[in-house]
Each structure stands twice: as C-alpha cells, then as structure tokens.
C-alpha cells in the first residue's frame, strides 16, 4: 500500500526537446517517404510539384523547431503539420489516395 502511494506523488516529467527532436524526424521522414513514393511511381519531372511541397514541409517543420517559441504553440504547429501535409498533398494529387 505505501509502494501505491509513493508512486501517485511522482510527477510525470519529460525533456520537451527530445519530444521535438523526434517530432522533427517523424515530419521530415513522412514528407521524404511521401514524396519519394510519388517520384519513384510517376517519375521526377511529374513529381516537382510534390518536391516542392516536401521541401515546404520540412522547411516549415525546422523552422518550428528553431524558433523560440512557448512549446506548447511548438506541439500544436507539430501536430498540425502532418495533418496539413496529407491534405495539401490529397488537394495536390486530385484527391487520389495511392
């Protein structure tokens, strides 16, 4: 019983800068195997608009992880950002899901 109460006066911690080092990786490997997938199915020059996106992307995604900023504005744009990605590249690709 002592062991349970010891426990529930532990506060949850963690390294913010780890969590948006791996958000930054997670990002940038989705846009390259995103992007990569679509170059290596039509080719590179039907692919630039998507190149285009994928370096917007990962731009976007370091320059967030850059700024100095509150983190929890800084989780928010990183969990926002694969969202968008999806669906600007779903609106780029005429609503295709392949």
């Known amino acids: 019983m002592r062991g349970n109460q010891i426990q529930e006066k532990k506060k949850l911690s963690f390294n913010t800068q780890q969590v948006h080092r791996l958000n930054l990786f997670i ?7 995103i992007v990569a ?5 039509n080719g590179a020059a039907e692919s630039a608009s998507y190149i285009v996106a994928g370096i917007i992307v990962i ?7 850059i700024l100095k900023i509150p983190y929890v504005v800084k989780e928010v744009f990183y969990a926002a950002l694969p969202g968008t990605v999806m669906y600007a590249l779903l609106l780029l690709g005429g609503f295709t899901l392949n």
């Open 27 to 33: 990002t940038i490997l989705m846009a390259i195997l």
């Open 59 to 65: 731009g976007c995604a370091l320059l967030n992880y």
């Open 37 to 41: 997938s679509h170059i290596v199915g």
